[in-house]
């Protein structure tokens, strides 16, 4: 499975809706898909330069944009744009038989006209190893504004899920009540997920399931222990998170037909090295049907604690619309 990766890369005389200002921020929609930048305070010229990654279910739909000033009530409209991804994805298909291009070669050109928002020509372009177009977006039902946005591809291997169990000896940072109120953040890319808190507890147990979308590489994660307050978060320590070897593994055994055997089958260990966060031996086994790795996480950067983790896979059927 591919995601569309639309990196909001800037806002150009986007119009002015407080006294002197804006303080706007992206939204995009494709389907029943939402997902929408930061807040640049007080800039008609913002830069946002952030990734928002659409699932691709049918090549023919439309991208809607629209751009909102944030305020305290309610958020005023600052325009809206549509821009159609077809001729991208097209490109984009055909990727393996541009290998070997040159760094800028143009693939195709897509020409501003009355069914989409283009302000100038758009070109799409072989750059870095991939398929890449450059587009400025001219919003309409506004006095003034321009987005400046950049789309590629990312290939997906498929869904990891953790299953963050509990964390063991944490360190205090509540000094009244000899305790702490920890949550676990985990950041890879621009993905970025957290933890439930869980209040007075060196010990706590959270049982919760966090999915994140793996790519081909796949990214470092980073996982975070922080001691949630009312003004200030304390840090718990934190750890990376190592899942090459476990993508490893699932990509082997999609590869070897039949080659998991028994309940319990140990497919790989993993030994605690300088490399790895791990506290002891890690083993990634085939349990109930799928594809399971127990970790313990020592916690860098504190006086103590350690994170047990459960790895699991969750296999993506393949997109036939591309």
Not at 18 to 41: F, G, H
Not at 47 to 70: N, T
Not at 82 to 89: A, G, K, R, T
Not at 198 to 206: A, D, I, Q
């Amino acid at each position: 499975m591919d995601r569309l990766i639309v990196r909001v890369k800037r806002g150009l005389n986007l119009a002015i809706r407080d006294a002197a200002s804006s303080d706007p921020y992206v939204l995009i929609k494709m389907a029943n898909q939402k997902l929408q930048t930061r807040v640049v305070e007080k800039n008609i010229n913002p830069e946002w330069d952030e990734d928002l990654a659409l699932s691709i279910s049918d090549p023919h739909l439309p991208v809607h944009l629209f751009v909102y000033d944030k305020d305290k009530f309610f958020d005023d409209k600052m325009g809206k744009a549509e821009f159609e991804v077809s001729p991208f994805l097209e490109a984009a298909k055909k990727r393996l038989e541009l290998e070997g291009l040159q760094d800028g070669t143009i693939i195709t050109t897509v020409e501003p006209n009355r069914q989409n928002c283009l302000a100038q020509e758009s070109q799409i372009v072989w750059k870095d190893g991939k398929v890449v177009q450059n587009m400025f977006l001219r919003l309409k039902n506004v006095e003034s504004g321009e987005v400046e946005l950049q789309l590629s591809m990312e290939n997906m291997l498929g869904l990891l899920r953790i299953c963050v169990q509990r964390g063991i000896n944490l360190a205090i940072r509540d000094t009244f009540s000899r305790s702490s109120d920890p949550c676990v953040v985990f950041q890879m890319g621009q993905q970025k997920l957290k933890t439930r808190v869980v209040k007075r507890s060196l010990n706590p147990e959270w049982n919760e399931d966090l999915t994140l979308c793996i790519s081909d590489p796949p990214l470092p994660v980073q996982l975070f222990v922080h001691d949630t307050d009312v003004s200030f978060d304390d840090k718990l320590g934190e750890a990376e998170l190592d899942i090459n070897p476990f993508v490893e593994t699932v990509v082997m055994s999609q590869r070897s037909a039949g080659g998991l055997q028994h309940n319990g089958a140990i497919l790989k260990r993993i030994k605690p090295n300088r490399e790895n966060c791990l506290a002891e031996e890690s083993q990634i086994v085939w349990k109930d049907g799928q594809l399971v790795q127990d970790l313990v996480l020592r916690l860098k950067n504190v006086e103590s604690g350690e994170l047990e983790l459960q790895l699991h896979w969750i296999h993506i059927r393949p997109s036939n619309s591309l």
